[in-house]
């Protein structure tokens, strides 16, 4: 009988080896399940969770409270409107230019103001320069606002909800000049 086993043995070993191999690839490549992991105490496994996932809960922002605004090489938001929640301590948006052009050319910010300030806000931040973001420097009536990006840039801006008062409207834009027409829409507290 062992003779038997043998000679079967080697037939396999030797088909296999000849043009079985589909056969002999899984048995070159040890399974996950065959190589031991290494052992870790409950005792350290549980603290190393819960430093991950305090980690994680710092460098994320809460959930709802971010927003990604792409901007275009056609001169749109790809956004009417933003939700920003009152229970977010932060809020953080996030504009990206999607197109191709220099930001000298086409160049995209946000600027959030009261909608009544919109078109003064626009108006002062023309006499501005590129470099100032088309901000007027010190405008009490920009809430807040991103720098001025062009195509492939991204940036981001945080505001504080508690700036955004009950009953009041207010808009987000881009002043670089002559965009506004096109790129505006509502900031919404819910």
Known sequence: MKIYLALISAAA?????????EAAAPAAQPAASETPAPATPASEAAPAAASAASDSAVAA???????VVNSDDQMKFDKQELEIKKSCKEFK???????KMPKAAMGHNIVISKAEDAQGVVSDGAGATAEKDFVKEGDTRVIAYTKLI???EETSVTVDPS????GSQYEFYCTFPGHYGLMHGTV???
């Open 13 to 21: 070993f030797a088909l296999s080896a000849c043009g079985g191999q």
């Open 150 to 152: 062009g195509g492939g």
């Open 93 to 99: 948006i996030v504009l990206k230019h999607t197109g």
């Open 188 to 190: 919404k507290l819910i």
């Open 163 to 166: 700036k955004f008062a009950e």
């Open 61 to 67: 922002p809460a959930e709802g409270c971010e927003v």
